[in-house]
C-alpha cells in the first residue's frame, strides 16, 4: 500500500519562512522523481518544485526561484521543501506528488504524478 504523508504547514506572517516535509512509502518503482504542487482557493493545481530520485537534479517555477530549495533523502524516501520569503500569494494546500518513474529534464507536470499525498495547508498574512 502506497503511502505519500505531508507535514510542517501552517500560518505564517508574509516574510517568514515554513518547511514542508513528505514521505513516501510502499512506491513500486526502482526510481522516481518526487514534487511539490499548490492549489488556491479556485484556481487549478499547479507545481512548484520537483527533484530527481538522486536528488542531483531540481527544478522550480519561476515565482519560488530563489525563495524555495527542495531537496530529497533516497534512504529516506523523504522529500524537503524549504519556503524562505513567504508572501501572500503563496497561501495555498500544497500537495507532495510521487511521479510515475523518471521524468525528463524538466519540472514534473500533473500527467506525470502516480501518488499524491492529502496536502497540507500554508496560509501567509500580511
Known amino acids: 500500500q502506497v503511502q505519500v504523508v505531508e507535514s510542517g504547514g501552517g500560518l505564517v506572517q508574509s516574510g517568514e519562512s515554513l518547511t514542508l516535509s513528505c514521505t513516501a512509502s510502499?512506491?513500486?518503482?526502482?526510481?522516481?522523481?518526487m514534487g511539490w504542487f499548490r492549489q488556491a482557493s479556485g484556481k487549478s493545481r499547479e507545481g512548484v518544485a520537483s527533484?530527481?530520485?538522486?536528488?542531483?537534479?531540481?527544478y522550480y517555477r519561476g515565482f519560488v526561484k530563489g525563495r524555495f530549495t527542495i531537496s530529497r533523502s533516497a534512504a529516506t524516501n523523504t522529500v524537503v521543501l524549504q519556503m524562505n520569503n513567504l508572501q501572500p500569494e503563496d497561501t495555498a494546500m500544497y500537495y507532495c506528488?510521487?511521479?510515475?518513474?523518471?521524468?525528463?529534464?524538466?519540472?514534473?507536470?500533473?500527467?506525470?504524478?502516480?501518488?499524491w499525498g492529502q496536502g497540507t495547508q500554508v496560509t501567509v498574512s500580511s
Open positions: 506528488a510521487v511521479a510515475r518513474g523518471r521524468i525528463g529534464v524538466r519540472i514534473m507536470n500533473r500527467a506525470d504524478v502516480e501518488y
Open positions: 527533484i530527481s530520485w538522486s536528488g542531483g537534479s531540481t
Open positions: 510502499g512506491v513500486p518503482f526502482d526510481d522516481y522523481a
